[in-house]
């Protein structure tokens, strides 16, 4: 008797994003305000990272809350109902409880039923890693429709008297629908990740380290200090700067597409002169639009590409259907790239 076969999931041929849609919180924090904080210049910071000002969430914007605002936005955009979708995923270094996922509670309050709902952590990397996820589950036939969303309060893991880090990151969520498509809308993803840099980019101490011993994070004192992200700047400048053009270069060579037929450069929002030499190293022809949502928003890690992506769209920079290069890279250390027809 010949051995019973298993009947694979069949899924649709293609993939694309049929819908974008972000959330910022309200309250602005310009440069002068960090400057309350810490010993530096308004100048200093734009020059050295383009930050002009960022968004810093309040109580009542919590991680489930901006998720949920962006993610019906895009949601509205695909034209589909809530219901329709069979996958939430969220990535997020900042939903500040272990478990669970504050996918489930996102995947209710926006109607999603029983879909299956969780977290990644691949930082700034995040929203590409999800992308792939969900192009993956799509073609391999085990959703029809995945909701990716990318969102952070890194805010709430902020030292303010760090100077290498008090001025860059913001809060916001960024939102994708992804869904079956008859032509190819999401290129390969060349992802990976290098182990051996994970210290350069990480929180100062684990939870349990924090709270046995609270001086290893802060220093002496016998009061509990909070965690916070700490980043050696320049190990991780000089890795963004060399090896990322590389990966963003194979992203388009996957794809097949040459650096002149994009209509938008989207990388994640880390430094504006991080994406000037990713830029040069790329040959970029001037003509591209590029991303530059980070003198408004900051560094809002795994919300940096889907809230520039809305920006470029809203503001008629990029244009629905044009090709848009996408990269995201960060603490892991982890990178994402890729090429996408924008919805
Ligand atoms: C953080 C970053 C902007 C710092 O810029 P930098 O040019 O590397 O700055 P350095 O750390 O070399 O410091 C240069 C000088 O500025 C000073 N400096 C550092 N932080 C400062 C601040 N906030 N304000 C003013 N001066 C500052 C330093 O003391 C140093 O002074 P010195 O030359 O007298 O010693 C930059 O390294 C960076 O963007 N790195 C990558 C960050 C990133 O992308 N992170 C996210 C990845 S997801």
């Known amino acids: 008797m010949s051995k019973p076969q298993i009947r694979p999931a069949e899924g649709a041929r293609y993939s694309r994003i049929l819908g974008v849609g972000g959330y910022r919180p309200v309250r602005v924090i310009p440069n002068s305000e960090v400057l309350e904080w810490i010993d530096s210049s308004d100048e200093w910071i734009r020059t ?8 810093w969430a309040g109580p009542e914007e919590s991680v489930a809350e901006m998720s949920v605002q962006a993610a019906g936005k895009a949601i509205a955009q695909a ?8 996958g939430v995923i969220v990535a997020t270094v900042s939903h500040l409880k272990q478990t669970p996922a504050i996918a489930t509670e996102i ?15 691949a930082a700034c990397a995040g929203f590409g890693y999800g992308l792939g996820v969900a192009d993956g589950m799509i073609r391999g036939g085990n959703a029809e429709y995945v ?30 629908v992804v869904g079956p498509s008859d032509v190819p809308g999401i290129g390969k993803l060349i992802w990976g990740s290098d182990g051996s840099q994970a210290d350069v980019i990480s929180q100062t101490a684990a939870w349990d380290t924090a709270f046995a011993k609270p001086d290893a994070v802060n220093g002496a004192g016998d009061e509990l200090k909070w965690p916070a992200l700490r980043m050696e700047g320049q190990p991780v400048f000089r ?17 097949g597409i040459t650096a002149d037929q994009l209509g938008a450069f989207i990388p994640h929002q880390a430094n504006m002169r991080i994406t000037d030499a990713m830029i040069k190293a790329l040959k970029l022809p001037a003509t591209v639009p ?35 290069l996408i990269i995201g890279f960060g603490a892991g250390l982890v990178y994402a790239a890729t090429v996408v027809t924008l919805p």
């Open 48 to 55: 050295r990272s383009g930050i002009e000002q960022r968004r």
């Open 239 to 255: 890795w963004a700067v060399w090896e990322m053009a590389k990966v963003a270069q194979q992203a388009l060579d996957a794809a």
């Open 147 to 176: 909701l990716v969303i990318g969102v952070e309060r890194l805010s709430d893991l902020t030292d303010k008297s760090d100077r290498s880090t008090a001025f860059i990151f913001g809060d916001g969520a960024g939102a994708a």
């Open 107 to 121: 995947a209710l309050r926006l109607g999603c039923g029983t879909a299956p709902a969780f977290d990644i952590s």
């Open 79 to 86: 034209g589909i109902s809530p219901e329709q979708i069979g």
């Open 290 to 324: 590029v991303a530059r949502d980070i003198a408004e928003t900051g560094n809002t890690s795994a919300a940096s590409i889907p809230l520039a992506m809305e920006r470029m769209l809203e503001s008629g920079e990029a244009r629905s259907g044009d090709l848009a």
